[in-house]
């Protein structure tokens, strides 16, 4: 088989590879970061490169779609979608890095904290012929314990030369009252443990002081996994189709928690060696590549999971950089599509306490929803689409500066961008609002179909915003500049955020219609996760999410994927909760439910306003 080089620029990695590989696999095997959401299918547009040396061959059809003719004839191609014919030298066309918002904080509830881990200095008296009592049973005795049985072998060979190097003075740390490590000295006031949420599109760890239960320090990051889908059925064909991708996207989750377990102890001046357990919050497919464990039977049909009860590993088998006897606590999933991160949100709101009839609600590519009272609970997972993570939209982006966030529109139209950067894009808040904006101004029909300047039907306000091109009819929020593209919405992009809505109201009503009520009826909401700390709610009631009847209901719980897990962590009884809950969850599969093709169809609309177009 013949074999050429390809240069990556700016980077400068060389590699080479087999006449005919994509380029985007080269980048892949130099180790080279190309974003593409559709895991090189064609159909995203983002892993744009320019040639600078070498030949690219004529363009292939998907490009012709994406990249326009003075940027075809400046060698820019897709690299999903570009072979290797020659030794070649690229440059990878990437937007320079921008901050991205990550949601880390979330609603606390009260608990008792009583953690799984503790730490126990003990001044042990000497021995002596009046008290020549076994190293262990003076142990026992200072302790109050009967260790002698459960103490492992590898410590019962170091308590010896610890007790007598330190003058008989050490520090128990135990798991559950299972001894798992014994420190010189006084370390007790060093004792911690880290919660992890890990999700489909960004990762959250925090570093919390077991003792206190002080959260000490946050960090996050994009999920590492990003460059092999935006999505969990994207990965899980990647897995399907290319042996090995499991050991390599589990690898990429395992490494990017450990670099966010590094930053919290830089930031919070602690070593990682004092950290003793990890729990761990994440949908079905996350929690399973974090283990490692084959994920592929969640990505068809009957969707079925290797695992849905808690867990407890050592840590060290999974490679996290925590203490040698530290474990992991991955926190227990209803069913294959309502995870671990769902459960850990349902502890923070207890819903199974609830007297009133409650909604929580988690929404990003897949929509989680639970509903129910302490009476019984409910729960359904509806293809919400990534079109409210500004995802598979013709001008979206993740929540990152530059990003339209907010939309009002009255006599004029103005935009809030995050940290007031000129707009190049448009997150999911941003394409929440402006449709719900474009409804209120009657620029939208119940139909979803967007109103064509030509005919006389738009708003005043929105005149000057409407263009008509090949394509059709899109609202323009930013015009095109020489340093950056248009930002716009399409009448596809209208048809995005409508499926969504659709989703996710006809999982609400499916919910409800067990309980024999209507959505108006609902007496709390708990909306969670990046969306619902940004997202306007009187958008979400524009468009038809929840009636306005419910605003005053809502309770933002934030990050409680995260907040779940550090429950975990400090609560024994939280972690006894999050078991009971899961098993009393009665999970909804929709594509089962009867007539919700009808109901579907029935939830696409949007609510009527006056002066509206037909």
Do not use: W
Not at 311 to 323: D, F, H, T, V, Y
Not at 489 to 510: E, F, M, P, W, Y
Request: with cysteine; net charge negative.
């Amino acid at each position: 088989m013949e074999e050429f080089e390809v240069q990556f620029l700016p980077q400068g990695k060389t590699v080479r590879v087999r006449k005919g590989m994509s380029v985007l696999d080269a980048a892949r095997e130099a180790f080279i970061d190309i974003e593409t959401s559709c895991n090189g299918k064609g159909t995203c547009g983002k892993c744009r490169i320019r040639y600078v040396e070498g030949t690219a061959g004529a363009p292939h059809r998907d490009e012709l779609i994406h990249i326009g003719k003075e940027d075809l004839d400046a060698g820019v191609r897709l690299a999903c979608r570009t072979t290797v014919s020659d030794r070649a030298s690229v440059n990878v066309i990437d937007e320079p890095k921008k901050k991205h918002r990550i949601l880390s904080e979330g609603f606390m509830p009260s608990f008792t904290l009583d953690p799984n881990i503790r730490k126990v200095y003990v001044d042990l008296p000497k021995p002596s012929l009046e008290d020549n009592v076994d190293d262990i049973g003076r142990l026992e005795r200072a302790l109050g314990l009967r260790i002698a049985d459960s103490m492992p072998i590898s410590l019962l060979r170091e308590l010896p030369g610890i007790l007598r190097e330190n003058d008989f003075k050490l520090t128990i740390v135990h798991s559950g009252g299972d001894i798992i490590a014994i420190e010189a000295g006084d370390t007790s006031a060093r004792c911690y443990g880290v919660a992890v949420d890990i999700g489909t599109t960004t990762v959250v760890a925090s570093l919390v002081d077991l003792d206190s239960g002080d959260e000490r320090a946050s960090a996050s990051m994009i999920n590492p996994q990003k460059n092999y889908g935006l999505d969990v059925l994207t990965r899980i064909g990647h897995i399907r189709a290319h042996p090995g991708a499991l050991h390599v996207l589990s690898g990429l989750i395992r490494q990017g928690i450990n670099a966010l377990i590094g930053e919290v102890c830089e930031t919070a001046g602690v070593d990682r060696q004092y950290i003793y357990e990890a729990a761990v919050a994440a949908n079905s497919t996350m929690m399973h590549l974090f283990i490692g464990v084959d994920a592929t039977a969640l990505g068809s049909s009957p969707y079925v999971s290797v695992f849905t009860s808690a867990r407890s590993l050592p840590a060290a088998k999974l490679g996290l950089e925590i203490s040698e006897c530290g474990t992991v606590y991955c926190l227990p999933a209803v069913s294959s599509y309502i995870g671990a991160d769902i459960t850990a949100g349902l502890i923070v709101a207890e819903l199974d306490r609830q007297e009133q009839k409650a909604l929580f609600i988690d929404i990003g590519t897949n929509g989680e929803i639970v509903f129910g009272s302490k009476d019984g609970l409910y729960a359904c997972s509806c293809a919400a689409g990534p079109a409210l993570e500004g995802m598979n939209i013709t001008c979206g982006m993740r929540a990152a500066e530059g990003a339209v966030e907010k939309v009002f529109i009255d006599d004029v139209v103005s935009i809030h961008t995050i940290g007031d950067k000129p707009a190049t894009g448009i997150c999911g808040s941003g394409i929440i609002d402006v449709v719900a904006e474009l409804i209120k101004a009657g620029a939208i029909a119940p139909s979803g179909r967007l109103a064509k300047f030509a005919d006389g039907e738009a708003p005043l306000a929105c005149h000057a915003h409407l263009r008509n091109g090949n394509k059709g009819v899109r609202f323009v929020l930013s015009d095109a500049c020489e340093t950056r593209s248009e930002v716009a919405i399409t009448q596809k992009d209208i048809r995005q955020v409508q499926l969504a809505k659709g989703a996710i109201l006809s999982g609400i009503v499916s919910l409800t219609s067990q309980l024999n009520i209507g959505v108006a009826d609902i007496e709390r909401v708990y909306v969670a996760g990046a969306f619902g700390r940004h997202v306007r709610l009187e958008s979400l009631a524009r468009l038809g999410v929840f009636p306005d009847e419910c605003l005053d209901r809502v309770t933002l719980v934030g990050n409680s994927a995260k907040t779940g897990a550090m429950l975990c962590l400090l609560s024994k009884e939280k972690r006894e909760e999050a078991t009971r809950v899961a098993r009393r969850v009665h999970y909804i599969e929709l594509s089962c439910y009867p007539r919700y093709d009808r109901l579907f169809a029935e939830c696409l609309a949007f609510p009527k306003t006056k002066g509206e177009i037909r």
